[in-house]
């Protein structure tokens, strides 16, 4: 008799069954309900104008990528261009559907940090920016660029 596999404590709040990875209970996001409606129309129009969606999916999500790196809005740009990709192709279409179930799960992680928690890393934050500021000050690091 072998017994069913068992789901970790934390399996059922993250909507995943175990080592699947394919969402379960959760509801779909709202963003993926338009995005299906919409795909149906988008396969009807010319090849031109959904090669322009794909153009601007790819340019978008590489200027994510690079945003992750550079200064920028990079977790708002790159389900942008996920999503126009996903018009076109089914993998970005789960990629977006895993993307938004994670931003989603770690949105309700962030809600559920206690005030102690939150005080904490303020604490630790501002010790960060009083230990850049005395290294600065003993090393004589610029925190200007000198002309």
Do not use: C, N
């Not at 153009?55 to 126009?84: D, E, N, S, T």
């Amino acid at each position: 008799m072998s017994t069913p596999p068992t789901r970790a404590p934390d399996d059922a709040a993250d909507g995943y069954s175990t080592g699947v990875g394919a969402p379960t209970a959760d509801p779909e996001p709202k963003l993926v309900t338009k995005l299906k409606r919409r795909k149906e129309t988008h396969r009807e129009k010319g090849r031109l104008y959904r090669a322009a969606f794909v153009v601007a999916g790819v340019i978008l999500v590489l200027a994510g990528a690079a945003m992750l790196l550079l200064p920028g809005p990079a977790f708002v740009v790159i389900p942008i261009g996920l999503a126009l990709l996903a018009l076109e192709f089914s993998w970005a279409e789960r990629l977006l559907d895993r993307s938004l179930v994670q931003a989603d799960k770690a949105k309700r992680k962030a809600q559920a940090t206690t005030r102690g928690q939150r005080i904490a890393t303020g604490i630790v934050a501002a010790f960060a920016v009083g230990a850049f500021v005395v290294l600065a000050v003993l090393y004589d690091i610029p925190l200007l660029p000198v002309v």
